[in-house]
């Protein structure tokens, strides 16, 4: 495939609904795209639209240079991975894979070919004999995925293909399917509402909210540098904490301010502060949990009233207020502070965020 491009896409429901506004976004051949964002963002919507399972109310879908609005599902050359997989209970594991191509009347070898290479690859080749019925959850999904791989479409489309599955297979299936991506050399749409999905599996990532796109990038660029506060807060578990600080200016330099704690920022952050006229003003401190550290003797520190400790094994959680702001902090393992005491802790101060407080962007984007 050599490219397949969404352009000024719209989609308005009968019932007025306005599930995708204006979607721009060119998908290059071997991308592993990932569609990401809350429930009811649009992305399913989306996805069936590209597979033409959904008509596009406005705006223009082109697959390898051919506009394909108005082409059928079935000579878009996609396939689909749904949610839910249905495979045929009467048919083997070997059947449930042959019939779309049988449907598609290729020739018996060239079935018995795909559909072995597909086995091969998803581990699944001993049980080619078996009944559904004889399967684990996992070993159901493989075999929904393989009937599709068989294919051999220009695209694979997949909506949710994990999220009934148990988190332990879930982190097995996700490696395999990097694995798949690479072997198959294919182009993979995904949609998950799972953003450690997103960030494993995704070779770039679309962030979508209210059926518009907010960010289109790579997992670390989304994650480094988010376009807005809801990219910020939506990527990365435990989430960013927010917290609303005033800009002054102490000591000839520039600091944010709140509750009585103070932290001074960056050249960068300074001057970004200054050219964008928020000195004197309000806006919105993102810290990601891993940005807080135990405080050494010569850093600025805030001071974390801890509530909730949580030991993780590779790491400790500590949940509290620095000031008034709830927040979250991600500490190495072997701090020997409580529940119900409190911490000083000191902030990465060159990878905080700065959020304007009426339009939520990223006054640090770059
Ligand atoms: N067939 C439909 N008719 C009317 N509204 C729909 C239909 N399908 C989805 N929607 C609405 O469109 C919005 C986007 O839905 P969807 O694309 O399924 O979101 P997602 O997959 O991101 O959860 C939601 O508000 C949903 O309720
Ligand atoms: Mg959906």
Redesign the pocket.
Same mark, same amino acid.
């Given at each position: 495939m050599s490219g397949l491009s969404l352009v000024n896409v719209c989609k308005t429901?009968?019932?007025g609904?306005n599930?995708?506004k204006d979607f721009n976004l060119e998908i290059k051949d071997r991308e592993f795209l990932i569609l990401v @964002?809350? !429930?009811?963002?649009?992305? !399913? $919507? $989306?996805l069936?639209m590209i597979a033409g399972l959904e008509e596009i109310s406005s705006g223009e879908l082109w697959i390898d240079g051919c506009l394909m609005n108005m082409t059928s599902p079935q000579s878009r050359d996609l396939s689909m991975v749904f949610q839910s997989y249905a495979l045929y209970p009467h048919f083997t594991v070997y059947q449930n894979m042959a019939f779309g191509l049988k449907v598609h009347k290729v020739p018996r070898e060239e079935i018995d070919r795909r559909v072995r290479e597909a086995a091969e690859i998803l581990h699944i080749s001993h049980l080619l004999d078996r009944k559904p019925y004889a399967l684990s959850g996992g070993q159901k999904q493989r075999v929904a995925i393989g009937s599709v791989i068989v294919r051999q479409p220009k695209a694979y489309l997949m909506?949710e293909p994990l999220s009934n599955l148990d988190a332990k297979l879930r982190t097995q299936m996700r490696v395999e399917l990097s694995k798949l991506h690479k072997e198959l050399g294919a182009t993979i749409i995904y949609?998950t509402?799972d953003q450690v999905e997103a960030m494993t599996l995704g070779t770039r990532i679309v962030v979508?909210n209210q @059926?518009e796109i907010q960010q289109a990038a790579s997992p670390a660029d989304i994650y480094q540098n988010p376009v807005n506060k809801f990219v910020a807060g939506f990527i990365g578990s435990p989430s960013m904490n927010f917290i609303p600080v005033w800009v002054e200016r102490k000591e000839e330099r520039i600091c944010l301010e709140f509750n009585n704690q103070r932290l001074f920022v960056n050249h960068i952050c300074a001057s970004k502060l200054l050219e964008g006229g928020y000195l004197g003003k309000r806006v919105c401190l993102g810290i990601r949990p891993e940005d807080f550290h135990e405080a050494g003797k010569k850093e600025q520190t805030l001071i974390l009233q801890v509530d909730i400790k949580e030991v993780l094994g590779s790491e400790i959680l500590l949940h509290g207020l620095i000031g008034r702001a709830e927040v979250c902090a991600r500490l190495m393992p072997g701090i020997k502070t409580e529940a119900g005491e409190s911490l000083p802790v000191s902030v990465d101060m060159d990878r905080i965020k700065l959020f304007d407080m009426d339009t939520d962007r990223n006054i640090l984007y770059i």
């Open positions: 429901y009968k019932n609904q599930a995708v @964002g809350p !429930s009811g963002c649009g992305k !399913s $919507t $989306t069936r909506d949609v509402h979508m @059926g």
